[in-house]
Nanobody, 115 residues
């Protein structure tokens, strides 16, 4: 069983930055594919960023060049650095981990981008 706890969300003005953290337990993040997903009000949950076990990354077109996903194996934590935030980035951000056929989810952290 993998447990994930997100933190770092909050209220930020457009153009600002936030760094989200996802602390994992029950498994090392080095052997997991890790993802950040988000769900905006009234919309379906969408994949924002992915880092594979090889270190390869994927970003949704809407966040390319602004968001960076990274992994700290010593801290067993995955991060999402979000720069130049826009109001449309508002939503609940969820960390997820994939191991084999299992997909584990955190409880989410709220990000609100507003002036």
């Amino acid at each position: 069983q993998v447990q994930l706890v997100e933190s770092g969300g909050g209220l930020v003005q457009p153009g600002g930055s936030l760094r989200l953290s996802c602390a994992a337990s029950g498994s090392s993040v080095s052997v997991l594919a890790m993802r950040w997903n988000r769900q905006a009000p009234g919309k379906q949950r969408e994949l924002v960023a992915h880092v594979g076990t090889s270190g390869s990354t994927y970003y949704a077109d809407s966040v390319k060049g602004r968001f960076t996903i990274s992994r700290d194996n010593e801290k067993n934590t995955v991060y999402l650095q979000m720069n130049n935030l826009r109001p449309e980035d508002t939503g609940v951000y969820y960390c997820s981990a994939i191991r084999g056929s299992f997909n584990y989810w955190g409880q989410g952290t709220q990000v609100t981008v507003s002036s």
